[in-house]
């Protein structure tokens, strides 16, 4: 009798194994974990006469930090443009956004800066608030 006892503990024993193994990978099955956001930016048409054609302006989102209380967890502060070339230099630069709904955001505030002395980057800041998955394009025009 004591044999079959034994055997019906181990069994017990295994079978509540089975059985929180299951629950956990239940559990795990709902969890969602992937962020489809995207912090890759690229290349930006630019409306300029002294940038060479063939001379991309590429772009980048700053290092992005973490916020867990807002619904997109990520922010990042700044937007650079890279790539501006010496041409520029001096010109008054504005820069804008495009938003998934096609509406465009502009950047640059009423008085427009001015690319440095050796062109190259220019680094805007993006407003308070911006998810920069909600982000669709940027936008840079060069002029004076």
């Given at each position: 009798?004591?044999?079959?006892?034994?055997?019906?503990?181990?069994?017990?024993?295994?079978?509540?194994?089975?059985?929180?193994?299951?629950?956990?990978?239940?559990?795990?099955?709902?969890?969602?974990?992937?962020?489809?956001?995207?912090?890759?930016?690229?290349?930006?048409?630019?409306?300029?006469?002294?940038?060479?054609?063939?001379?991309?302006?590429?772009?980048?989102?700053?290092?992005?930090?973490?916020?867990?209380?807002?619904?997109?967890?990520?922010?990042?502060?700044?937007?650079t443009?890279?790539?501006?070339?010496?041409?520029?230099?001096?010109?008054?630069?504005?820069?804008?956004?495009?938003?998934?709904?096609g509406?465009?955001?502009?950047?640059?505030?009423?008085?427009?800066?001015?690319?440095?002395?050796?062109?190259?980057?220019?680094?805007?800041?993006?407003?308070?608030?911006?998810?920069?998955?909600?982000?669709?394009?940027?936008?840079?025009?060069?002029?004076?």
């Amino acid at each position: 009798m004591s044999k079959k006892n034994s055997r019906r503990k181990v069994m017990a024993v295994g079978l509540a194994i089975v059985g929180v193994a299951g629950l956990s990978l239940a559990s795990a099955s709902q969890l969602n974990l992937s962020w489809t956001g995207n912090f890759q930016t690229g290349s930006v048409e630019v409306d300029a006469s002294c940038q060479p054609t063939g001379s991309p302006i590429t772009t980048a989102f700053s290092t992005p930090s973490f916020d867990g209380t807002v619904t997109s967890p990520w922010k990042v502060a700044n937007v650079t443009f890279s790539g501006v070339d010496a041409e520029c230099a001096g010109k008054k630069y504005e820069a804008a956004y495009k938003l998934a709904t096609g509406d465009w955001v502009k950047l640059t505030g009423a008085s427009a800066p001015s690319v440095g002395a050796a062109g190259g980057t220019l680094t805007v800041a993006l407003p308070t608030g911006v998810a920069p998955d909600t982000i669709a394009q940027f936008a840079l025009s060069i002029y004076g």
